[in-house]
């Protein structure tokens, strides 16, 4: 089955424990990107990938960094997580040119206490 | 940068009538602009999209305009059933950079 897969679904950690929120997908995609969702302020990009060992800044980076040393994985980490980072994370790819959609993972809960 | 803005933020509407959500933008370089739906707890799935150089698409109940000039799209959709009350995002790209809106929470009421 052609999925997205994150890890973990829920996470509740401290202030300044460094975390690690897999992403993995299975439908060979060019492109990866991670989201942060907040009530009332909809998605928000943090980074994304173009291939392996490309990446760039979204909207949002600050406090985030990301990897991409296979095609099929795009974890993103926090280093030193404060309480301004609890959120739901969405993981998500797409195969590019003219097939934009975005398949998105089932998400990620975190709290920093 | 780009900026995305969705109005309304929430939206009732009874059984059978139409729906619209409109959004506007202000990069003229965005090219491509998708409509997502999340249902509660679940995950955004995308509904329609248009891209740059067509002006409206069609997909059943459901459809999209776009105005490059004014620099703004809108979702229409017709005969409004329960099943479609749910959260409905807008977003513009210009690559792979995606910038969303807010959200607009659709209630369809039987």
């Not at chain 1, 509740?12 to 460094?18: A, D, L, R, S």
């Not at chain 1, 995609?29 to 291939?51: T, V």
């Amino acid at each position: 089955e052609a999925q997205v897969t994150q890890n973990p679904r829920y996470l509740i950690t401290v202030t300044g424990k460094k975390l690690t929120v897999t992403c993995s997908q299975n439908m060979n995609h060019e492109y990866m990107s991670w989201y942060r969702q907040d009530p009332g302020l909809g998605l928000r990009q943090i980074y994304y990938s173009m291939n392996v060992e490309v990446t760039d800044k979204g909207d949002v980076p600050e406090g985030y960094k990301v990897s991409r040393k296979e095609k099929r994985n795009f974890p993103l980490i926090l280093e030193s997580p404060s309480p301004n980072q609890t959120s739901l994370y969405f993981c998500a790819s797409n195969l590019g040119g003219a097939y934009n959609e975005q398949f998105f993972g089932p998400g990620t809960r975190l709290t920093v206490l | 940068g780009e900026n995305v803005e969705q109005h309304p933020s929430t939206l009732s509407v009874q059984e059978g009538d139409s729906a619209v959500i409109k959004c506007t933008y202000s990069d003229s370089a965005s090219n491509y602009f998708p409509w997502y739906k999340q249902e509660l707890g679940k995950r955004p799935q995308l509904i329609i999209d248009i891209r740059s150089n067509v002006g409206e698409k069609k997909d059943q109940r459901i459809a999209v305009t776009l105005n490059k000039t004014a620099k703004h799209f809108s979702l229409h959709i017709t005969e409004t059933q329960p099943e479609d009350s749910a959260v409905y995002f807008c977003a513009a790209s210009k690559g792979q950079n995606f910038v969303f809106g807010p959200g607009t929470r659709l209630s369809v009421l039987p």
